[in-house]
């Protein structure tokens, strides 16, 4: 019914930037909730940011003021800018699309911050 296609994810050194999207297709009209989570190696899957269709955010204390959570409804897709990075911030990181009552993943896409 949906799936999600990650991107954006790689290597950067502390202090930079990546900006990670992810396109969702199928049946995402109405009210849903997008968000990005990560794992990192030893470590059980966190939130990061989330933003509903109506605009509402959220974020994990350890990326605010670094991370914003957007999205573009015409393109079906969800963004996450990540500035400032450190290397806590190495984890794979996935995609998340909540619909009426449904839970859809993407396969996730690496990010390594170097020191």
């Known amino acids: 019914q949906v799936q999600l296609v990650e991107s954006g994810g790689g290597l950067v050194q502390a202090g930079g930037s990546l900006r990670l999207s992810c396109v969702a297709s199928?049946?995402?009209?109405?009210?849903?909730?997008m968000g990005w989570y990560r794992q990192a190696p030893g470590k059980q899957r966190e939130l990061v940011a989330h933003i509903t269709s109506r605009g509402s955010t959220t974020y994990a204390d350890s990326v605010k003021g670094r991370f914003t959570i957007s999205r573009d409804n015409s393109k079906n897709t969800v963004y996450l800018q990540m500035n400032s990075l450190k290397p806590e911030d190495t984890a794979n990181y996935y995609c998340?699309?909540?619909?009426?009552?449904?839970?859809?993943w993407g396969q996730g896409t690496q990010v390594t911050v170097s020191s």
């Open positions: 199928g049946s995402t009209s109405g009210f849903n909730v």
């Open positions: 998340r699309l909540q619909r009426y009552g449904y839970d859809y």
